[in-house]
């Protein structure tokens, strides 16, 4: 198979109380191996077939823009997390975050805004434009902003599945936590 699942830098348990181990193994084990399984399978014999992830999501459309970018949305994800993160991000991205929310404090509550208002399944998004500049960005199902010509910096999945056997439907309460296992180093990373 062409995609593969990528091994997670923490075990399944790591990230309780914020996400439990039950919820790690379902969304990472069987939703997020799901779209991987479904893209590989969609992109058989089309032209699709030898590019990279990133030029799947850009060029597709339908079931297969919405597996790649499922593929693509979780990776950005799932490699956020750390059982040692939260706290608050350094360097560049802290000084454009200031630049362009304020305060760290004001840009978590606009994004956290932005992720208990997206209705129905989604995104939230942090992303840069060419000039570094940061936006917050909605994106329904499968969207990610590259699609915009953004860079996606860090993501919060507000489909149920990443929620619903942790907090059922308060997904506020899931937002809220999730900042606690911010792996502020590998979102600086991509800024
Ligand atoms: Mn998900």
Redesign the pocket.
Known sequence: MKFELPKLPYKTDALEPVISQQTVEL?YGK??QGYINNLNNLIQGTKFENMDLVDIVKQSDGAIFNNAG?SL??QI?FLSFSPNGGGSPSGKLAEAINRDFGSFENFKKEFNAASVTLFGSGWAWLAKDAKGKLSIVKEANGGNPITKNLVPLLTF?V?E??YYLDHQNRRPEHVDALWNIIDWKAVEARY
């Open positions: 969304h939703h997020y499922q949305n979780h994800y999945d489909w599945h990443a």
